[in-house]
């Protein structure tokens, strides 16, 4: 059943290039393209079972990475961000990103070099919009990105050993930071609660009491239905493979 909050998720299919996609911090292994496809559908079935309206951009082909569609924009208010990837390789991404923001009706403003910013390092709760500092997002595009915010207070979060802020904490729906503390700078956050998988760390908030995480974070769902949230779980392994996790695979417009 739908929610009254559900807006429109972008999602991006998997292309044939798939699996050429950059591997920093997983072991590449083989990726199962038409497996791939399957379970990029069953997440999107996902969210479309939610409430939300999905808006299908057309595979990235030539660009592997493109799948990845949260990393290309970041949408704030009624601004999309069309970010500036620290990985030479994606950024033919932001002219697909901005067609994207073109066809929603939605202004634009993009990272500027040698600004670099990742949409997986930003992670919006309510008032506060936190940015990692990452190997994909440095100083000079945090710096950047700050005057998009309209007065909303952003909190710069470094991170290390993985890819993404959203690799290491995302937030349940009462704003309650969720992730692996060993990955993060914790002293610049209000509090932490730790995932008891690693992929715990990773929640798509879909509504009030209602969230969307990988199924290789059993213990993370077990302990959020516990808590009296509604979990949906989905099966993104050849994404996990990619370094990817379940927020990386949609911009969500409330």
Request: with cysteine; net charge negative; proline share 7%.
């Amino acid at each position: 059943m739908g929610n009254m909050t559900a807006g429109t998720a972008l999602v991006r299919p998997p292309g044939p290039r798939l699996a050429e996609a950059i591997v920093t911090h997983a072991e590449r292994r083989p990726i199962d393209a038409a497996l791939a496809v399957r379970q990029h559908g069953a997440y999107v079935s996902a969210l479309r079972a939610a409430g939300w309206r999905i808006r299908a951009l057309p595979a990235g082909d030539p660009y592997p990475d493109a799948v990845f569609v949260e990393d290309a924009l970041v949408v704030v208010g009624d601004l999309a961000v069309i970010t500036r990837s620290a990985a030479a390789s994606r950024r033919g991404e932001a002219a697909l990103a901005e067609r994207a923001a073109a066809d929603l009706g939605l202004p634009t403003d993009r990272i500027k070099p040698p600004g670099t910013l990742d949409g997986g390092d930003v992670l919006q709760v309510g008032d506060t919009v936190y940015v990692g500092r990452s190997a994909r997002t440095n100083e000079e595009g945090i710096c950047q990105f700050a005057r998009f915010l309209g007065g909303r207070r952003m909190v710069t979060v470094d991170v290390s050993g993985c890819l993404h802020l959203k690799s290491a904490m995302t937030a349940l729906p009462d704003g309650t930071l969720i992730g692996m503390p060993d990955l993060l700078d914790t002293s610049a956050l209000p509090g932490l609660q730790v995932a008891p998988d690693p992929a715990g760390a990773h929640v798509v908030v879909l509504g009030p009491q209602h969230v969307l995480l990988s199924s290789s974070a059993p213990r993370t769902a077990d302990r959020l239905t516990a808590d009296g949230l509604r979990v949906t779980v989905v099966d993104i392994t050849e994404f996990e493979a990619l370094d990817g996790c379940v927020t990386c695979l949609s911009v969500l417009l409330r």
